[in-house]
């Protein structure tokens, strides 16, 4: 099996680079079915996009750091959802939260969260993006912040639902 990381215009990229995952080999599929224009979508000129975003080192060891569809293009910058979750999920307040990318008019995106608090626990939206803005590029720090009372959103496999709390945010009230 061929692996290959590259960017959005299928140019491939140097050892250590992140972008999109892509596979070639006799053992992957051919195809979906009755579904040419997802077919189309998902294979080029005999490559998977997987849809993975992640790096390959120089040993050959493939890493997945994100979902492309969970990563927001912030004024022309990649920020990747889990890493942000990461740094939030290090605060000692926060039981769980979902990083997602809202529209924006000049920026094309930017970063929000939902963020639910630990019983008995605290935090402002101000020191949540601090806690953020120690550890990560100031792009990367949630411009809106949430806090949610219910546990967030999930479907039957347990992941959750960051399309169901994007657009609770992004519904204009009647």
């Not at 080029?44 to 493939?62: A, K, S």
């Not at 022309?76 to 939030?88: D, Q, R, S």
């Not at 639910?116 to 990367?140: D, I």
Request: proline content about 6%; charged content about 25%.
């Amino acid at each position: 099996m061929q692996v290959a990381v590259r960017d959005p215009d299928g140019n491939d990229l140097p050892t250590g680079e992140v972008g999109e995952i892509w596979f070639a080999g006799p053992n992957l599929i051919r195809g979906y079915w009755n579904r040419p224009e997802a077919t189309a979508a998902a294979i080029v000129d005999g490559w998977l996009r997987t849809g993975d975003i992640g790096r390959v080192d120089d040993e050959g060891f493939v890493f997945v750091e994100d979902r492309v569809t969970d990563m927001i293009l912030r004024a022309g910058e990649n920020v990747y959802c889990a890493e942000v979750e990461a740094i939030i999920y290090s605060h000692p307040s926060v039981h769980e939260a979902a990083v997602f990318g809202l529209p924006h008019e000049r920026l094309g995106e930017e970063v929000a969260v939902s963020v639910m608090l630990r019983p008995g626990h605290s935090l402002t939206a101000a020191e949540l993006q601090a806690h953020v803005g120690e550890h990560l590029a100031a792009f990367k720090v949630p411009s809106v912040v949430e806090f949610v009372t219910e546990p967030l959103p999930r479907g039957a496999t347990g992941k959750i639902h960051k399309r169901t709390l994007r657009d609770n945010l992004t519904e204009t009230p009647a």
